[in-house]
């Protein structure tokens, strides 16, 4: 069996009255890449600062590779990569600098400390830059750099908060593909993100957060399962003035399985979406649009919590 690499038991967060986490009970196994999935305020940047040793837990066990991060937060820092939501890097230096300082900041021999970089340059594609300021990268440049950085203890757990955030598809897609990279190196990935489509290519298990809670938990695969179905069929409808689809939903009853009303289109669940198109066909309706997709993270979110992930 692979080691537990995190190990969390109603772990909470508290400012002052409110509770940001709520009792979450979680386990990361060493090799594993972990999705902490939710909306904006769900509470997984408050949990990912405590795991990252940086924010103590309000209530709880939290425990990583054993330690408690609260009286031994220096040993659990050390074992650590940490890439928090917003790049905090020393954007008056080079490249290259920002990787020795962090070298230095974890006394690394200085022999190891060029060796590392010359490696994660080359990791996060800026070998070419490596003697430019920060300032004039990119943004997709600056997360690998942050990446490139956090990597320079060899980490056997990286901490990624909202790793594509801001970025545009083609950077997301190139951090992808490092990320990728560092998985199959073995390297434990924690991440959160309120993505689903990163969701879905990143973890191998994620948990669903909802105001400070988990509400589930799987494989991306084992969730679509359980929760939603095969297919989704997206209308659009003719609407009357001041109308909106929740006005709609009899229309297409007994369709699907089910049926969720966004104000801009009904998501009509089955698992034979083009067999239900006919079905709409058949009762006369003339939808504007109509698509057939499979399901994803994102109709699991809807069903579980009756909101989008992404407002
Ligand atoms: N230092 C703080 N003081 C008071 N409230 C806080 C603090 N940090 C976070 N919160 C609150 O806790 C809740 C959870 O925030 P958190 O940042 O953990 O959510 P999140 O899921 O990571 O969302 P986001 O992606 O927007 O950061 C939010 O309502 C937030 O306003």
């Given amino acids: 069996m692979n080691d537990v690499l995190l190990s969390a038991r109603g772990l909470t967060k508290t400012f002052g009255d409110f ?3 709520d009792g979450i009970d979680v386990q990361v196994t060493s090799g594993e890449s972990f999705g902490f999935l939710g909306p904006n305020g769900a509470g997984k940047s408050s949990t990912m600062k405590m795991v990252a040793a940086t924010s103590p837990p309000s209530g709880g066990e939290l425990r990583i590779f054993g330690l408690d991060p609260v009286t031994e937060g220096a040993a659990v820092r050390a074992r650590l990569g940490n890439c928090p939501q917003q790049d905090n890097l020393d954007e008056e ?11 230095r900041y974890f006394g690394l021999p ?24 920060v300032e004039p990268l990119s943004g997709g440049m600056k997360r690998r750099l942050t990446i490139a950085r956090s990597l320079i203890n060899n980490p056997e757990i990286l901490l990624l908060d909202e ?3 801001g970025l545009d598809p083609q950077a997301r897609h190139v951090l992808w593909d ?22 879905e290519q990143l973890c191998d298990r994620l948990v669903v957060m909802d105001h400070g809670r988990i509400v589930a938990e799987g494989s991306p695969r084992s969730l679509i399962e359980q929760h939603s179905t095969r297919e989704v069929l997206e209308l659009r409808l003719p609407l009357d003035e001041r109308a909106d689809h929740s006005d709609v939903v009899h229309l297409v009853d007994g369709v699907g399985s ?22 709409v066909h058949a009762r006369g309706l003339q939808p504007i649009t109509s698509i057939v997709r499979r ?3 994102e109709d699991v979110f809807l069903r579980l919590t009756g909101r989008t992930l992404v407002d």
């Fill in 258 to 279: 089910y049926v969720e009303a966004l104000p801009d289109r009904l998501l009509v669940y089955t698992d034979h979406g083009d067999g239900a198109l006919e079905a």
């Fill in 19 to 21: 509770t940001a986490v």
């Fill in 295 to 297: 399901s994803t993270l």
């Fill in 110 to 133: 200085r022999k190891v400390i060029r060796e590392r970089t010359d490696e994660l340059l080359d990791f996060a594609q800026l070998t070419e830059r490596r003697g430019d300021k």
């Fill in 178 to 199: 490092r990320l990728f990279r560092l998985k199959r190196q073995g390297v434990t990935l924690i991440i959160t993100t309120h993505y689903m489509d990163e969701a």
């Fill in 163 to 165: 790793p594509t955030t």
């Fill in 93 to 103: 230096i080079t490249v290259e600098e920002n990787l020795h300082v962090y070298g």
